[in-house]
């Protein structure tokens, strides 16, 4: 796969035609090799916008005639722009270069030439153009022969990591794709640099990606980045990155990363179109299965083996439901929420799969044994169900939410069960106006038993004997007696505890409590009537069911 060596028109060549016998290179020399693709003259202040990668920029210095200084600031823009070297013809609007600017193109390697008033720059520009046609014949054959080899790849479904291996060793340099997401995917030389760039050079790098070339930070060395554009039809394209670890990129480097980035362009609107079919299919599946649509084992295997999640036969399940304390989300807005939940799921290769089900984001978490079904790692729970409220609060920012959890069950078919739970369990957080980040079936404990009785004769019945009493008492208090004996129950009975947790005397406490057991004729140190009040109590929080 390895490519001859190449030709081309380099910078140190400008020296050995006529117009430049009396030219002198000011600094940057280490950049003496770097090829020219185009040559332009800048005359205007916004120069900076025209220029393009490979190009040799000249100047008589009018757009910073009354400040030459300006020069050293240019000399970083045109680094970034991929400009490779700078002629400025000195004597006529400016005397001589500042030694801040031959100080700047040493420091980036950006070769700076002072070229004599006798210049004439038509004469320079036809000169090197067809010095640079020259080269770019063979190189247009070679551009061919990576073309072809580059389609070749995608065309046999060889798929995007041998593409990008393909493309290291025909640039001889480093290759990432960056996807909208700030995730990559690397070239095997490329792998170790982007495991130490930190996240934020990333988010920094896309913030420019309409630079053809920028600086980036590999720990504490700046290194040359040339970006292409990956346009596959979405408003955050990928970005196809090389960098100039090795050596410096010419024009058909250049060229070649052009037409990759088009090729990928094309490769990755059809994976994203597949995906949204398995996607869509793995939705349906998985709304079927949590809702109890799917009757026969048999079919739950064969239909979850099409979606590519082959069913560990000892794993066991868990249904959850969130519940959005801040009032409900719209539909459209939970679909895209599950589909980046989704999408985070995978790039994680893990057990935790969303969806929207009855208008609600419903999650099946999966717990299996390592080393065991597709998703190998630690047994554990109350890990799996973290990482869930991770995903979350990553994805909703300062939404106040709480995951409802069914109970966990170990039968494929007992997923629908789990299902109803969380279900149960939205309800009931719902209507006790719970704000707990977790809500789990299981630990509803007495709420569930009270939202169960709602509505009967029963509860209107104890409400009446135990609970309106204290609410007739407590209507002139402004509700200090009733969060007065919550608190107590609370504090297991400690009166000096729940003085000190609502921030009131001790003596007031008593005396709060002694009304109580006065107005209302009940002994507080009774156990049983303490539970009829606890419960009373817990009643009070549950609002009626609308």
Known sequence: MKEDNRD????????????????????????????????????????IDWVRPGEFLMTTGYTFKHDP???????????????????????????????????????????????????????????????V???????????????????????HGDGLAAFLLHLQFMIRNP????????????????????????????????????LETYILQIGEHPVRV?????????????????????????????????????????????????KKIEAKYFDQFLQDWMAGRIVSAVDLRLRAEACGWPLAADAAYMAGIVSFRDGRAEVKELLDLAARLNWESASRNSEIKWTVLEGELTVLLTFQHEGEGPYKGPFNRNDVIGRTRSMLQSSLHERKISLCLGRE?????????????????????????????????????????LYRLQGTEELEEYKRLYLQPLIELDKNQQGELLNTLRTYFH???????????????????????????????????????????QVAIKTNEIRERR
């Not at 050293?72 to 490779?84: D, N, R, S």
């Not at 069950?409 to 719902?430: F, H, M, N, T």
């Not at 980040?437 to 569930?448: F, P, S």
């Not at 002694?514 to 507080?524: A, D, P, V, Y």
Request: charged residues 25%; contains cysteine.
């Open 8 to 47: 081309g028109y380099m910078v140190k060549d400008l020296f050995d035609i006529s117009y430049f016998k009396e030219a002198v290179l000011l600094g940057g020399s280490a950049g003496l090799e770097r090829t020219i693709s185009r040559i332009n003259v800048m005359e205007v202040p916004d120069v």
């Open 226 to 274: 040339h970006m292409t554009k990956v346009h596959d039809g979405k408003r955050s394209s990928y970005l196809l990155l090389v960098v100039e670890h090795e050596q410096e990129n010419d024009i058909v480097d250049t060229l070649t990363l052009n037409w990759a980035g088009r090729l990928l362009g094309f490769e990755i609107s059809n994976m994203q179109a597949r």
């Open 491 to 533: 504090c297991n009975c400690n009166a000096k505890e729940t003085a000190e947790r609502m921030f009131v005397h001790y003596n007031t406490i008593n005396y709060r409590l002694e009304r109580i057991k006065n107005e209302l004729g009940l002994r507080l140190d009774d156990p049983e009537t303490k539970l009829l009040l």
């Open 69 to 131: 200084e300006i020069l050293v600031t240019l000399i970083a823009q045109l680094v970034q722009k991929g400009v490779v070297a700078l002629g400025v013809k000195t004597k006529r609007f400016f005397e001589t270069v500042p030694r801040a600017a031959i100080e700047a193109a040493d420091q980036f390697g950006f070769p700076l030439i002072e070229l004599p008033p006798s210049t004439a720059f038509s004469d320079v520009v036809r000169e090197v153009m067809e010095r």
């Open 175 to 210: 290759v990432v794709l960056l996807d909208p997401h700030d995730q990559w995917t690397a070239s095997p030389a490329a792998e170790q640099l982007c495991a130490r760039i930190e996240e934020k050079e990333w988010q920094k790098l896309r913030s420019q990606r309409d």
């Open 133 to 155: 046609l020259v080269s770019e014949l063979k190189d247009l054959s070679i551009l061919q022969g990576r073309v072809q080899r580059l389609s070749h790849v995608l065309l």
């Open 409 to 449: 069950v170990s039968g494929q078919g007992e997923v629908p069960d789990s299902y109803l739970d969380a279900k149960r369990a939205v309800e009931v957080r719902r209507a006790c106006q719970m704000e707990d980040d977790i809500v789990r079936y299981n630990d509803l404990g007495i709420y569930l038993l």
